[in-house]
């Protein structure tokens, strides 16, 4: 368990980072909500206070008066337990709250938590507290790539930041990993967080495989669009394939071709590709259709987990060949918390690693996380595995 002590520098430290991620925006950027699977950046800053609020606050800080009666109707994400809530295709109708009360909101819990574990502390406390700083943090990824993605479909395509970078370059020479079959140990297990989905440590058994050192990269992915990878119903799932059709899929999201020349949004505004830097942005379907036209396959969840040791990772979430399911003797946590992961455990694929965007601190080689096959808002690239 983290020291109080550490546990709340910890704590202030993510709240104000939350903050950062938004400074460059303009205020009509917080509210903006192109579809579905994107949230405004002032529903992010709200929810994830919300969360200290319900979770934390009301059950444990004596006299805590709640800061608006409303919010948890408005803030409130998917928690059957706690009530009703705003639809969620409907987050980025809400004008109000302002920018200015959300953030009142901030600095109402944060002063709120403060005073809680000054004057009471435990492990059930400090385990929600550590719970909550993680739920923010999985947030702070979301703020960036949902502000990408309202950034990145503005016509304007204006610049975010010119400090956080894309697309780093993995400078090293691709090579192919042997990992020799037998039983594998899988799963969380030291004293470290960890969420449960990662709980329930078990053996597989995994047969000969070998597995890339280097991500797949932008000029490959180039190469497979110029041999009408999109074209071959033959490289595709069933399902995969309709949806390239029904939405007319031809690139990665934010690519365009301008004069015959590649170009993709970055948080820099629009860039030139660069051939060498990792793959992003693609869904499970593409990357099971790429490493079908490479005559190789995406590795499961098993496979990446044994074989992390040995390449760098940490700059895309990776698609992996693993539905997204309970590990042996899963056990959802009692009352709404319980909703946290098991209740996703269908029609998803697992994805590993971290991307460019994963907060400091949170990410780790037994980290579960989970996306549907067609999504691709994500940090998502591929490593190919045979």
Known sequence: MI????????????????????????????VVQPIVDVSPPKWHLGHTTWFFEE??????????????????????????????RVVRSDRGNMSRPSVKRVYEYR???????????????????????????????????????????????????????????????ENHEQDWVSVKEGIYEIGHDSEGFCYD????????????????????????????????GYKKFELWHAEGWDWVNQNNIKTPMYWHQIDDVWYYYTAQGLQRIALNAPLCHISYFEA??????????????FEWEIAQQFFPWGKRWEWTES?????????????????????????????????????????RYTYRNFFQPNLRWQFTGLRLAK
């Open 107 to 169: 600095s109402y819990v944060t002063a709120a938590i403060k005073t809680l574990f000054e004057i009471e502390q435990s492990k059930n406390l400090n385990d929600l507290l550590e719970i909550g700083i993680h739920h923010e943090k999985q947030h702070q990824e979301l703020l960036l790539t949902d502000i990408k993605y309202i950034l990145g479909n503005n016509p304007l395509q204006p610049k975010y930041s010119e400090t956080f970078l894309d697309n780093p370059i």
């Open 3 to 30: 020291a109080i002590d550490n546990l709340l520098d910890f704590f202030l430290e993510t709240r104000q980072y939350s903050e950062a991620i938004c400074k460059p925006l303009e205020i009509e950027d917080y």
């Open 323 to 363: 539905a997204y399911l309970p590990y042996p003797k899963y056990q959802k946590a009692d009352g709404a918390l319980g909703e946290y992961n098991g209740k996703f455990m269908v029609n998803q694929k697992v994805l590993r690693g971290g991307s460019v965007a994963t907060s400091n601190k949170h990410t």
């Open 197 to 228: 989905n990662e709980l329930g440590f078990h053996k597989v058994y995994l047969h000969d495989f070998e597995i890339s050192n280097k991500l797949v990269t932008n000029g490959e992915y180039i190469d497979f669009i110029k041999n009408n």
């Open 55 to 84: 979770f934390i606050l009301k059950a444990h800080l004596k006299n805590y008066q709640i800061f608006d009666d409303d919010f948890s109707f408005v803030f409130n994400s998917y928690y059957e337990a706690v009530g009703k």
């Open 288 to 301: 099971f259709a790429f490493s079908q036209w490479k005559n190789c396959r995406i590795p499961t969840e």
